[in-house]
C-alpha cells in the first residue's frame, strides 16, 4: 500500500508499507515537490505491489500539496518544442522516431528493433538494474547442452612402407 509521508525539508515521499516476518516496514518509492504523473510512473516503477495513481493525486489534494494533474506527455511536448525553437534537434535515430511516432509512420532507415527498445532511453537504473537480474537468473535456468564428443584423427603411422 503507498502513502504520502512528510519530510522536515519540505520534500514528501510516496512510501509502500508491507508485512514482514519482523514486523510492518516501509521504504521511500520516490521524493517530491510536485506530485505529478512523472512521479507516480517512479513510484510504480520501485514498487512491489500497485499504486493507484488516481487516490494518491487526492489523498494529495485533500492534505493541500501541490499536485500537477496535466499529463506527462503535454508537460515534455511543450518543453519539446521550446527546445525546438531554440534550435536544439534530436539526434539521429531518436529524431526519426520521433518522427514517425507523431506521423504514424514507420521510422525509415532504423532497425526493427529500435522502436520497442525506445523506453529504455529513459529508464533509470534500478529499471535496468532489475531488468539486468532478472536477464542472469533467466541465463542460470538455461539447461546447458551435452558436451561435444572428443574429436578423434586418423593415426598417423610413419613406420609402415609404402609401396
Known amino acids: ?48 505491489g500497485a499504486v493507484d495513481d488516481e487516490v494518491l493525486l487526492a489523498k494529495a489534494r485533500a492534505r493541500g500539496l501541490v ?22 534537434v534530436p539526434d539521429g535515430a531518436v529524431g526519426r522516431l520521433l518522427v514517425a511516432r507523431l506521423t504514424g509512420t514507420d521510422a525509415v532507415g532504423l532497425p526493427d528493433t529500435v522502436g520497442p527498445a525506445a523506453e529504455w532511453l529513459t529508464a533509470g537504473a534500478a529499471q535496468r538494474g532489475r531488468t539486468l537480474r532478472d536477464l542472469l537468473a533467466l541465463a542460470d535456468r538455461v539447461p546447458r547442452g551435452r558436451a561435444p564428443a572428443p574429436l578423434t584423427f586418423p593415426r598417423l603411422d610413419s613406420t609402415t612402407d609404402r609401396d
Open 67 to 88: 499536485t500537477s494533474d496535466r499529463r506527462l506527455v503535454d508537460r515534455l511536448a511543450r518543453e519539446l518544442l521550446t527546445e525546438l525553437e531554440r534550435g536544439d
Open 1 to 48: 500500500m503507498a502513502f504520502i509521508a512528510e519530510r522536515s525539508t519540505g520534500l514528501h515521499e510516496l512510501r509502500e508499507s508491507r508485512h514482514t516476518a519482523r514486523g510492518p516496514r516501509s521504504r521511500t518509492l520516490a521524493r517530491f515537490r510536485v506530485l505529478d504523473r512523472a512521479v507516480l510512473r517512479e513510484a510504480a516503477g520501485e514498487a512491489q
